[in-house]
């Protein structure tokens, strides 16, 4: 007979072991690497977190989630974000996933979550709400796109000084609280500790192999750090950068650098669509994003939390902008999760709501493929 349930401390090391049968099988060359890659989420610390399907003491599914809190220009919202969602191959096609799914989703409703990232787009998330709503442009730059003695950057290599590190414990140790300052900087993010900082630099999550070919760079003027970037070295030989922060022109000189000095044939860089000035500033370099949606879904869990956590932010765009408007006259139904979400933060493929919402929404999500990658 099959129960859900969430899980307990004890059950971690059984849901590590099917996460791994699943997303790292012994055929696919990778690594068992999901509790090393993940240690913050699957932890007997967030074991109330994780939901499984236990079949007679035997786990056989699992969907977990992770609370946290995204700030928007100093605001915070509630979002979990849920991952590792998996069902043992002998019990797929009974609707084991979507059951312990909808535990999930009423857990997240009792405790007020307003808002969940769902790593993919599965049918099963899409079917009970979820949807693309962030987007980013892709600029994928060849080394022999940027020109290295460019009059801009030769320029900028009297102001910007670069240092790299290839990863290692004690070299990411002296740097760790730059980053995290700098990180914690940015005007749209998780609200990320800086004790988490150094655990998820070495986890390295969404990494294809594990342990990671990883490139760190830090840009500085002086003695102050200005920006940085995180990037991962791929079998193709790409440079997959999933994260950066700091001055945009400090993370633009640290992509021509990273180019020119470390043997990178080419570079992928992920800008979300709110980062207007990284984009420009890329565009005015000659180069052309590819627009596409987050990888990731989201879905309203509890539309009445969630509405009274974006209201501020609303009305500070309106009174920034000088409109007049009763927040209780809305284009959309604010209790129907899905009219809300795109409403709220779809900026991929948005529809026009009229003035002044058009000029006030979309409400950015951060970037969900960096270091808080569930």
Not at 343 to 368: C, E, M, N
Request: glycine share 8%.
């Amino acid at each position: 007979m099959i129960t859900i349930r969430r899980a307990r401390p004890e059950d971690v090391q059984e849901i590590i072991a099917l996460a791994n049968s699943v997303f790292r099988p012994p055929d696919s060359g990778l690594s068992p690497s999901m509790g090393m890659q993940y240690p913050l989420f699957l932890s007997e610390q967030n074991a109330q977190n994780l939901f499984i399907a236990e079949d007679n003491g035997r786990i056989v599914a699992h969907n977990g989630t992770m609370p946290g809190t995204i700030l928007v220009n100093g605001h915070p919202i509630s979002m979990s974000s849920m991952g590792s969602v998996c069902t043992h191959p002998d019990y797929r096609g009974q609707g084991i996933g979507t059951r312990v799914l909808m535990s999930v989703l009423d857990s997240l409703r009792e405790e007020g979550i307003g808002l969940l990232a769902i790593s993919g787009g599965r049918g099963l998330y899409t079917r009970n709400g979820a949807a693309h709503t962030a987007g980013y442009l892709n600029f994928t730059i060849a080394s022999e796109s940027y020109a290295t003695e460019d009059s801009l950057f030769a320029d900028l290599r009297d102001v910007y000084s670069v240092a790299y590190s290839e990863y290692c414990e004690e070299a990411v140790s002296t740097i760790a609280d730059e980053m995290a300052a700098l990180y914690q900087a940015e005007s749209v993010r998780y609200l990320r500790t800086g004790r988490e900082f150094p655990i998820l630099l070495k986890a390295a999550p969404g990494a294809q192999k594990c342990p990671p070919d990883r490139l760190i760079a830090m840009c500085s003027i002086g003695k102050s750090a200005a920006a940085y970037t995180i990037g991962y070295r791929q079998e193709d030989d790409v440079l997959r950068v999933v994260e950066y922060a700091g001055d945009r022109l400090a993370v633009g000189f640290l992509v021509h650098r990273m180019l020119s000095d470390k043997a990178v044939q080419k570079l992928s860089l992920d800008v979300p669509t709110y980062d207007r000035q990284l984009a420009a500033y890329l565009e005015a370099c000659g180069f052309k994003g590819s627009s596409r949606p987050y990888a990731s879904t989201f879905m309203v869990t509890n539309a009445s939390a969630l509405w009274n956590q974006v209201r501020p932010i609303i009305e500070e765009r309106l009174s920034e902008c000088g409109a007049a408007l009763s927040l209780n006259q809305l284009p959309v139904n604010c209790n129907e999760g899905q009219e809300l979400l795109h409403f709220l933060f779809d900026a991929h493929q948005r529809k026009t709501y009229g003035q002044p919402w058009d000029s006030v929404l979309p409400i950015p999500l951060p970037w969900v493929n960096g270091l808080n990658f569930i």
